[in-house]
């Protein structure tokens, strides 16, 4: 007897918080052509439909955890969920100020890292109480407890020293990794000093490496991390010196540590 066509099939539960009842039904069938192995044709489609099943696993876990965790956010490529590097770093760090200090801390640095954006793109610093996508960061800060505010930050000072050492390769590029399912957007691919380089612009005190190493993972021939320090600074220069790590593969290892950790608490 002739096979002229052949299906595979696959249902479940997933069983994950509200999405316990959800039951995936995949199928896909295929006809088969003169010389093709029914074994090796039958893997490719049962490859495919364990794809589909396992992507709507992945979109329903997703869904959970940000329903759970305001503060962990995911990108999606491809139907796939991935979460975000930030996230992976932080979402067990037990802050010491409210949500509604993060929240002023947060508007501020969105404030800042748009401005640079703008400044690396045009040439020119803007006005923050001119760009409609920041009208809420600048209420935050403006009706903030703190007392917060962008002009107290040395980013001008720090970024226009770097200019006669920088070049722009990307600015503000998504990355995604899928050896390792994590996704970022960096501040900031480029030559500095004539190196290949991931640089990140903090207006907080944070120094911490893992971050620029994950993006590196993502792009060729990255050969050192930047972090320049755009914040509030009491330096006689008004300026803080950028800080520049080569060990990109031991903040690497310590990025895949706290990703296995994200993937053991949430199954992500």
């Known amino acids: 007897m002739k096979i002229k066509e052949i299906k595979a099939s696959i249902s479940g539960v ?3 918080a509200s999405y316990e009842n959800l039951k995936p039904y995949y199928e896909i069938s295929a006809e088969l052509e003169e010389g093709d192995n029914i074994a090796d044709k039958i893997k490719e489609l ?8 396992d992507q709507e696993g992945n979109r329903a876990k997703a869904d959970v955890i940000e329903k759970q965790y305001a503060g962990i956010r995911f990108y999606e490529k491809d139907g796939r969920k991935y979460p975000s590097v930030t996230s992976i770093l932080g979402w067990d760090i037990d802050w010491k100020i409210s949500e509604d200090e993060l929240r002023q801390y ?14 690396l793109k045009e040439g020119s610093w803007a006005n923050p109480l001119e760009i409609p996508e920041l009208e809420n960061d600048v209420a935050t800060l403006l009706g903030g407890s703190k007392k917060l505010s962008w002009v107290d930050c040395s980013y001008k000072a720090a970024v226009e020293g770097l200019m006669g050492d920088l070049k722009v390769i990307q600015l503000e590029n998504e990355l995604y990794n899928d050896e390792n ?12 000093k004539g190196k290949q380089t991931i640089m990140d612009f903090k207006s907080g005190t944070v120094t911490d490496m893992r971050q620029l190493a994950a ?8 050969e050192q991390l930047v972090i320049v320090p755009v914040g509030q600074t009491d330096n006689k220069s008004g300026v803080k010196k950028p800080i520049v790590s080569t060990d990109i593969a031991g903040e690497y290892k310590k ?7 994200f993937r053991e608490r949430f199954g992500i």
């Open 14 to 16: 997933i069983p994950i």
């Open 215 to 222: 993006y590196s993972a993502c792009v060729e021939g990255i």
């Open 46 to 53: 049962r490859d495919i439909v364990r794809w589909h099943f």
């Open 181 to 192: 399912l994590y996704a970022g957007r960096a501040d900031l691919v480029c030559l500095y």
């Open 255 to 261: 990025f895949l540590y706290a990703r296995a950790k």
């Open 106 to 119: 947060g508007s501020r640095g969105t404030i800042v890292h748009k401005l640079i954006e703008i400044y």
